[in-house]
């Protein structure tokens, strides 16, 4: 297939946008939602066919010496500021564009189905706003799509806040709920201030390279075009060289979008949109947009060991915290979110610890190991994190309610949905064969080749996942049997939603055998990769210690939870406040900034500023009504007025003439 | 006698004062529109007067007369109506009573 499908792919969501959107009301719910099916479908084939002749296909410059290229497709210029600063808008496939391409459209198709169910009431009759929700699933779709195939990093910038605009309309599709409302603002004005520092990062980047594309940053097959970054490279300010500023800037932009701590409040509450919506942007794609961001600049990371060791320390405490937090929360979205912003970590760690890997490329015979864990988690991440949304998803519309305490014991009501579940918690866990097991198995080596530290610390995350996720399920599933509290027995739902789930669960069986070491490395070239037995040995180890554990403790209903809930009872509470992150925030943004910053602001610009503007207006209106009598309506006074001022004129002129 | 030109001047001017002065003081407004009409008519005899014996071989000082009595009585009609307009809206022609046309 023509790489020049891959336009259409990125055109297909938009389209859909702008048709779903324009007509609105005039199409019928059912009808919306079918044409937005059906064209996600027809986009997923196109990007199907696009990645698969990347990775598998010749002939179209896509391998040349056995590294793969980029391969770029379309490019026009678009802004044109300079002659040096010409800001581009096209699409270039590269092996991360590519696999993000599959990706997104796979999740995006899988939650268009979905939805057709889901945004249901009891009697399968289409909620209202079915049309603007499935044009803002179209949108969001080509934020990310346009992206992940963006030619250079001011594109990328562009389509990030698309993507932010997107996630916000999104959160708050319910915005009758002041709980949306509020969730939807949160989120857009954290990612916000991020991308605030992702355009100071680029600004720094392209003052000091001279451009922003990626082909000359970083160049195909992932080496830095160092002659354009030598000068960048001389300065340094505060200490700490220009180069590193700017990459710590641009990961901040990243960590805000992908929920990394201190930037992840945004996420949990994100969770108050629809569950679907929940899949597709804050579990599977538009979390992941820093990772990408961080991968597409790697070869720039590299160079920046100061920068990267950020990024590690950030990515392993992140990862620590939400899985801490993950253990104690009851409702399953929130759980599932700091699962997400857990596991992003975990990638976010991996692409940071790969830079010093050395000791990897004797076992190996390559650099990068993290980056293409890394890569691979997100591919393999992205499906089973789905699947457990789109799950829960499933149980909320079944239970009419998001907490745990209204569920127990679903696993004879809801046997398809159940077993999607585990083995979406199996693959998450780390358990083999399941696809989480091979990705988070290659995070794990490299994370020991940066030091046995980094490796000790990841793999006890690794058993913490395990154990928040079955103690997510074991609660929903068994302790005890089901009290019903609907009129309707919980069920398995429409096929529209289970069909999904069975593709999902299908996926995350068999994704981790995708050989994604020879298709997606950092510098284009198949990587060797073996099985670490004794990492991949401690950490099925210990993820079996954590399903163990969460067995022990939650398959039948007992008071063990209770008892320790009590012995550790500050941490326990610490933890389910989110170790009191939000109150921190709000301390800081409504205590500290509006106090003290944005009052006296405040001041100056209603008193000063506003007072020398309405002193104008005073003066104005002052002097109006002082020559205002002057226009009595009196036609004859104003003859006489212009006569004399005739005549005077007049004897004027004849004066000057004749002196 | 040989007419000259300051015998056609000084009754035009006399006109045109007549006209300011009744412009200025009548109360009435036909009758400042009649006032109106002589300052008119003073103007184009000076139009006449000066293209008569100024620039005796042109046409356009007759021309332009022409085109200001058309012009004049296209005035006039629109004037009369707006003053009938006036009177039933108000009953009333006295102009120093209309004077609402202000801020």
Not at chain 1, 143 to 170: K, P, R, W
Not at chain 1, 294 to 301: D, G, H, Q, S, T
Not at chain 1, 487 to 510: E, F, G, K, R, Y
Request: with cysteine; net charge neutral.
């Amino acid at each position: 297939m023509p790489f020049s499908y891959s336009i259409a792919v990125v055109a297909l969501p938009l389209l859909m946008f702008l048709v779903l959107g324009l007509l609105d009301d005039r199409l019928g719910r059912r009808t919306a939602g079918v044409i937005g099916t059906v064209a996600m479908l027809v986009t997923t084939v196109l990007a199907y066919g696009v990645a698969l002749t990347y990775f598998f296909g010749t002939g179209q410059g896509q391998i040349v010496d056995g590294i793969r290229q980029t391969v770029t497709v379309w490019n026009p210029a678009w802004l044109t500021f300079t002659e040096d600063l010409v800001v581009r808008m096209g699409i270039a496939l590269d092996p991360i564009a590519a696999m993000m391409l599959v990706v997104i459209t796979t999740v995006s198709l899988m939650v268009h189905l979905y939805s057709l169910g889901y945004m249901s009431n009891h009697e399968g009759e289409p909620e209202k706003g079915y049309q603007r929700y499935y044009a803002f699933l179209g949108l969001f779709t080509f934020s990310m799509l346009g992206l992940v195939v963006a030619t250079n990093i001011f594109q990328v910038f562009i389509f990030f806040e698309m993507v932010g605009v997107s996630s916000y309309l999104l959160i708050g599709f319910y915005y009758t709920s002041p709980a949306a409302v509020h969730a939807s603002k949160k989120a857009f004005i954290v990612t916000r201030l991020a991308d605030l520092f992702f355009l100071l990062g680029i600004m720094i980047l392209s003052f000091y390279t001279r451009t922003f594309d990626f082909e000359s940053l970083v160049g195909t097959g992932g080496v830095a075009a160092s002659g354009a970054l030598g000068s960048a490279h001389g300065g340094t300010f505060m200490g700490i060289s220009i180069m590193a500023w700017a990459l710590t800037f641009i990961f901040i932009g990243g960590a805000g979008k992908s929920a990394m701590y201190p930037l992840h409040i945004w996420l949990p509450d994100a969770m108050e949109g629809p569950t679907p919506v929940s899949a597709l942007i804050h579990a599977a794609t538009m979390v992941v947009a820093g990772v990408y961001l961080v991968a597409k600049l790697f070869p720039l990371y590299v160079l920046e060991q100061g920068a990267m060791d950020v990024i590690a320390v950030v990515g392993a405490f992140t990862a620590f915290y939400a899985a801490a937090i993950a253990c104690t929360q009851s409702d399953i979205k929130r759980a599932l979110a700091f699962s997400t912003i857990s596991q992003i970590a975990f990638m976010m760690t991996s692409l940071a610890v790969s830079s010093s890997d050395g000791a990897l490329i004797e076992i190996h015979g390559g650099y990068g190991l993290g980056y293409m864990a890394s890569m691979f988690h997100l591919f393999t991440h992205a499906m089973f994190k789905a699947l457990l949304f789109l799950c829960a998803g499933a149980i909320i519309h079944a239970v009419g309610s998001n907490e745990n305490s209204a569920m127990h014991g679903l696993h004879k009501h809801m046997p398809i949905t159940s077993i999607a579940f585990l083995i979406g918690c199996l693959a998450i866990a780390g358990i083999p064969p399941f696809a989480g097991f091979w990705s988070k198995d290659e995070i794990l080596v490299a994370c020991y080749a940066k030091g046995l530290g980094w490796g000790l610390w990841m793999t006890m995350v690794a058993g913490l996942t395990a154990f928040y996720m079955f103690r997510l399920y074991l609660l929903i599933f068994f302790w005890s049997d089901h009290k019903q509290h609907g009129h309707h027995a919980p069920a398995d739902a429409h096929w529209t939603m289970t069909v999904p789930l069975i593709i999902l669960a299908a996926i995350s069986v068999v994704a981790g055998f995708v050989p994604a070491h020879d298709m997606v490395t950092c510098d284009g070239k198949p990587l060797h990769t073996q099985l670490d037995w004794t990492v991949a040995g401690s950490s099925v180890l210990v993820a079996c210690l954590g399903i163990g554990l969460a067995w022990r403790l939650y398959y039948k209903e007992n008071d063990a939870p209770e008892r320790m809930k009590a012995a550790a009872s500050g941490l326990w509470t610490a933890a389910y406040h989110r170790f009191y992150m939000d109150e921190l925030y709000q301390f800081i943004t409504h205590k500290v900034i509006f106090q003290c910053v944005s009052k006296p602001i405040a001041w100056f610009d209603r008193k000063v500023i506003d007072g020398t503007m309405n002193l104008m207006g005073t003066v104005t209106q002052y002097c109006a009504a002082m020559v205002r009598p002057l226009q009595s309506g009196k036609v004859q006074a104003y003859v006489l007025t212009y006569l004399i001022g005739a005549l005077v004129l007049a004897a004027a002129l004849i004066a000057c003439v004749l002196i | 006698m040989e007419l000259n030109v300051l015998m056609y001047l000084v009754p035009a001017i006399v006109m045109f004062g007549c006209g300011v002065y009744g412009f200025l003081t009548r109360k009435n407004m036909i009758a400042i529109m009649i006032s109106l009409e002589l300052m008119l008519n003073a103007v184009d005899i000076n139009f006449v007067v000066f293209n008569r014996y100024l620039f005796p071989g042109q046409m356009e000082g007759m021309m332009f007369t022409l085109f200001a009595i058309a012009i004049a009585a296209a005035e006039t009609a629109l004037a009369l109506a707006i003053i009938i307009n006036v009177f039933r809206a108000v009953r009333n022609v006295d102009i120093s009573e209309i004077s609402k046309l202000k801020f």
